[in-house]
């Protein structure tokens, strides 16, 4: 079936620093992969997203990146801000959404 | 117009009682999705309809868990005999269709069982 393994499971940066969050998947049959964020007691809401004929995608300090033929795809974070602070999934669809178990980032300022 | 919204916001119920949790999703929305989150984790898939489809009951962990949803409107998942390890948020989403599209997530259910 299908299974999204997410790393690391925590992440501490210094504000201003990148971060990079990765993803591998074993259903080879995804086209659809998106990055959920999930600020404290929030509900989790779609950052960015990316289908499978595309290899990168960038929206302002925010991309992502996706290899089909390694199954992973990441999540990049550049110039880090303390409103980055939350718990980021990923997901990917193969019959039905898949998400990773979630990376907690925490940006110091 | 209007997100997902869900009810209760909070439901505290003991031990052996049955809950019942609701989903309204966005109108128009033909898939809907229900996810459990306990604190400080990850998003357990439970179960998702599509339409007049049936629905994928994989992710229910037991029998005590149930759902229905009439067309494309309201759900409802029913915890029966409540254990305290069901202590968690219930999330509802719900989407375009079951493709490549955004889900948007209720506010969720805080449920604790004592």
């Known amino acids: 079936g299908e299974n999204v393994e997410q790393h690391p499971s925590t992440l501490s940066v210094q504000e201003g620093d990148s971060a990079v969050i990765k993803c591998t998947y074993s259903d080879s049959a995804s086209n659809y992969f998106p990055w959920y964020k999930q600020e404290l007691g929030k509900r989790p809401q779609l950052i960015i997203d990316i289908r499978s004929n595309v290899g990168e995608k960038k929206d302002q300090r925010i991309a992502v990146t996706l290899n089909k033929t390694a199954k992973h795809f990441s999540l990049h974070i550049t110039e880090t801000q303390p409103e980055d602070s939350a718990v980021y999934f990923c997901a990917n669809k193969g019959n039905k959404l898949t998400f990773g178990g979630g990376t907690r980032v925490l940006v110091k300022p | 117009g209007a997100g997902v919204s869900q009810s209760p916001s909070n439901k505290v119920t003991e031990k052996g009682k049955d809950v019942e949790l609701r989903c309204d999703p966005i109108?128009?929305?033909?898939?809907l999705y229900w996810y459990r989150q306990r604190l400080g984790q990850g998003l357990e898939f439970l179960i998702y309809?599509?339409?007049?489809?049936?629905?994928?009951k994989s992710g229910l962990p037991s029998d005590r868990f149930s759902a229905e949803r009439t067309g494309e409107s309201v759900s409802t998942l029913t915890i029966q005999r409540t254990q305290q390890e069901d202590s968690a948020v219930y999330l509802c989403?719900?989407?375009?269709?079951?493709?490549?599209?955004?889900?948007?997530f209720g506010p969720g259910t805080r449920l604790t069982v004592t």
């Open positions: 989403a719900s989407s375009l269709a079951t493709g490549d599209y955004e889900q948007y």
């Open positions: 309809f599509q339409g007049n489809s049936a629905p994928d």
């Open positions: 109108s128009g929305h033909t898939a």
